[in-house]
């Protein structure tokens, strides 16, 4: 209805506002003389060259708007994107957050990959010397079915589950295809289907 497409008209209008305004802070560059004073305030170090605003827009001790008052062009960032005022403030969130984000997402592809590599039923973890003591009898107990399952086992440390893929790979043990192996196989023009893919891959 009318209500439905003026929000989404008003969040186009918000993403394209985020949109100018980073652009605006990328292409923006404060000298020392402008924002030195700010930084030190604010327990920051000082800048030895001219500085992109958004790159000072990362730093745990800066706050957008103050930042942009200090160095007297708050009025004419915001004025590149009209009714957002919000929008460094938004930007800065999102810089700060970058990082962590990253590594997070990191965390879980690592913990998908740890999920695709498949443990034999029989495999004997006593049988390894070269993991700790305390993993092989807590693995031996738990039976994991996969990697993914044996790294969050209590006692079990990082370094047990790469000496468990090494082992693994010599033992020609292979990961299990991604969704999107599965995929490109299903399309890549011989007429195989995704469940006749899954069929071959196992």
């Not at 915001?78 to 810089?95: F, K, Q, W, Y």
């Not at 999920?115 to 034999?120: A, G, T, V």
């Not at 790469?162 to 082992?167: G, K, N, R, T």
Request: hydrophobic share 35%.
């Amino acid at each position: 209805g009318l209500a439905s497409q003026q929000r989404y008209d008003r969040m186009l209008e918000k993403e394209r506002a985020i949109d100018v305004t980073r652009e605006t802070l990328a292409d923006t560059t404060v000298t020392p003389e402008q924002v030195d004073e700010y930084l030190r305030s604010v327990g920051t170090s000082t800048l030895d060259q001219p500085r992109p605003v958004i790159q000072l827009c990362k730093r745990p001790e800066v706050d957008s708007e103050e930042l942009l008052r200090h160095a007297g062009i708050y009025d004419e960032v915001v004025t590149e994107a009209p009714g957002m005022l919000s929008a460094p403030r938004l930007i800065e969130i999102d810089l700060k957050y970058e990082g962590y984000i990253d590594r997070q997402q990191d965390m879980v592809e690592e913990m998908e990959e740890k999920e695709r590599w498949p443990i034999p039923d029989d495999f004997d973890y006593h049988a390894l010397d070269n993991i700790s003591k305390e993993a092989r009898e807590k693995l031996s107990t738990v039976e994991p079915d996969n990697l993914g399952q044996a790294s969050r086992v209590p006692g079990v440390r990082a370094s047990d589950i790469s000496v468990l893929m090494v082992l693994l790979k010599n033992e020609g043990v292979e990961p299990l295809p991604t969704d999107r192996d599965l995929d490109t196989v299903a399309g890549d023009g011989f007429g195989v289907s995704r469940e006749t893919a899954v069929e071959v891959s196992g």
